[in-house]
């Protein structure tokens, strides 16, 4: 099983004298947990646990609520991932977060709003491909290319290469085949993720997008599609950029780690 490089860290920091027994074992044991109000319960082990960040989903949630935790977070981990968020609920976020010392980076076409009390994530070695068959699909390939990376890997993207017109994707490969993983997002009939998992030797990653209209629309006939390649390859639930991004960092790194 490869190591855990957060775990490692933080047996190699005790070692060497710079963390005490009772911190290390605060940490090591990745089951810290932060109550905000009678409303929330953040986990704060996870990255230690799990090796990813823990990330706030913003759909649904009352924005009072969605600010307190998004801020107790970045205090408490020193980085926090708002996803699904829109510009109504960055704005109030933003300003609380300007007041008390934290950065706040909002990335407009993958929705999510990034906080952070210190330096982004080292990197890792590992590397990512992100392709979208059109521009449509950005918005879902954008929030997959921010998570792997504040997962430590370098993403290299490939927009609006559809199956359309085929002659456009090949171009669009050859700088990308470095990668140790492909994202591929795709909306109507879905057929990109087939086509590339056909012409590479990684593994890809399928990710249908809610793009199109009518009989089997949103989504659902990428999804199929996909479901039913004949190539090799993982899919995702619609729209699932943050799922897609975490699976590829996580495969992209393993690799890379002694």
Known sequence: MPKNRALQDLLDQYKNGDLSAEAAAEAIE????????????????????????EVVLAEGKDPLHLAAIALRHAQAAGRCVVTRISRDQVGPIHEAAERLGISAEYHEAGHILVLAT????????????????????????EEAKIIAEEMGCEVR???????????????????LLAARVFIVCAGREGTLPSVVAGLVDKPVI???????????????????????????????NIDAGFTAGAFAARIARMGKEP
């Open 30 to 53: 990745g089951l810290r947990l932060d109550r905000v109000g009678d409303f929330a319960c953040m986990d704060l082990g996870r990255d230690v646990r799990c090796g990813m960040p």
């Open 206 to 236: 399928g990710v249908p997008v809610s793009v199109g209209y009518g009989y089997m629309g949103e989504g659902r006939a990428a999804l199929a599609s996909m479901l039913q390649s004949c190539s090799v390859l993982s899919v995702v």
């Open 157 to 175: 993207t490939a927009y609006d290469v559809g199956a359309a017109g085929i002659h456009r994707l090949f171009p669009a490969l050859k700088p």
């Open 118 to 141: 210190g330096p982004a994530p080292e990197k890792n070695g590992g590397i990512v491909a992100v392709i979208t068959a059109g521009t449509s699909d950005i918005r879902v390939a």
